[in-house]
């Protein structure tokens, strides 16, 4: 899926976020050509017009569960449950447009935050579930990454009748049976694990809740992937495991979300909204009602 494929890309390319002064992490980092003034689309609004107008607009994408898919044609999830929590802050309506993940990250913040798509679709005012990272703020200067709001991780899930006495480790699926989401960072994680000892172990599906199911039917006996979206598909025969991963550069990164460059105001007032949420518990709930543990992000 091209969702898990971003991720990986990201993940494998980007590394860990860095710590210091601004001027310090991006004075080794090369930005992007900025075609600022080029663009396709009328790009977002400011925070007055937003209010003025009485609505706000959201990116998130399609089909991911726990996180924003439409159920009998209403939006659901976690990051839904966020723009909502943002808009009632700022006294506007939420309104959400579900996109199609991009090759790159960077392609999704141009496409949905800062530009504007080729062919169809539109800039939105704030994307949902953007990897934060060090050097892609400092890469893509015509957006403001902000408002981090949960850590992800990966872990394993498997099934308890199949490992009774100790949780799998990435090393047992040179033996075991093991599902992935094609293209996501546990797929190239265990791909080039032990010189690619578990490839021929591996099972990939083309979403998280495809690879949840066939571990519950016993296809696979685990299955490796990000949290939430493991204990979004967990039913009781099936437990989580946070194991060493030997090799991993990064096996967890923080979530937040993108504006546009020019619109820091609203950047501010979501950053407040989900700073305050998080503060008070009201972001841990929402993750509580999906069935989800919560991580806060480290500021």
Known sequence: MLRGFVSALFALSLGVAASGAAQARCENVAPQPKPQNASRDIVGQDLDQIVERGFIEFAVYEDFPPYSWEEGGKPRGVDIELGRLIAEDL????????????????????????????????????????????????????????????????????????????????????YDLVGVENDSIADFYLSSFAGGQVLPNMRRYPTPEAAMAALAAGEVMAVMGARAQLEHGLTPELALHEPPLPGFAVGEWTLGVAVRHT??????????????????????????????SYAPAAW
């Open 263 to 292: 619109y820091r105001p609203l950047a501010y007032a979501v950053d407040d909204a989900i700073r305050a949420a998080v503060e008070d518990g009201r972001l841990r709930q929402i993750f509580a009602d999906y069935g989800l």
């Open 91 to 174: 006294g506007v309506e939420p309104r959400f447009n579900f996109v199609t993940a991009a090759e790159t990250v960077d392609g999704d913040l141009r496409n949905y935050v800062w530009k504007g798509p080729i062919v169809g679709g539109r800039v939105s005012n704030v994307m949902l579930h953007v990897p934060y990272n060090s050097d892609l703020a400092c890469r893509i200067e015509q957006v403001v990454l902000t408002g981090q709001y949960f850590n992800e991780k990966t872990l394993i899930a498997y099934r308890r009748d199949a490992y009774p006495d100790a949780a799998p480790v990435p090393a047992y699926f040179r």
